[in-house]
């Protein structure tokens, strides 16, 4: 049973920070593939950064140069920095985990999302 407990969401004016955390617990091993998915009201769900369980980090082309996704592996954590936010970020925020070390397909594991609002 793996758990995923995602924190940090809220509102935040245009051009503010946020820092997303997730907590994964369980069968969960270091080397598992993590990132986080958003997804805003009527529009599909998207990757917007993924890091394999060797270290490589993906982005969404919109959000290169703005979000960084880290973590440690000493507490199964994924985070996910958001600099210069803008209002077409608001979305709601999934953690999610694929079963392997590779970022690839669809995760195994899902949190139960958060919500990001940004204000213009």
């Known amino acids: 049973q793996v758990q995923l407990v995602e924190s940090g969401g809220g509102l935040v004016q245009a051009g503010g920070s946020l820092r997303l955390s997730c907590a994964a617990s369980?069968?969960?091993?270091?080397?598992?593939?993590m990132g986080w998915y958003r997804q805003a009201p009527g529009k599909q769900r998207e990757l917007v950064a993924s890091?394999?369980?060797?270290?490589?980090?993906r982005y969404a082309d919109s959000v290169k140069g703005r979000f960084t996704i880290s973590r440690d592996n000493a507490k199964n954590t994924v985070y996910l920095q958001m600099n210069s936010l803008k209002p077409e970020d608001s979305a709601v925020y999934y953690c999610?985990?694929?079963?392997?070390?590779?970022?690839?397909?669809?995760?195994?594991?899902w949190g139960q999302g958060t919500q990001v609002t940004v204000s213009s």
């Open positions: 999610a985990v694929w079963r392997y070390d590779v970022v690839f397909g669809t995760p195994a594991y």
């Open positions: 890091v394999s369980g060797a270290g490589t980090r």
């Open positions: 369980g069968s969960v091993f270091s080397a598992n593939g």
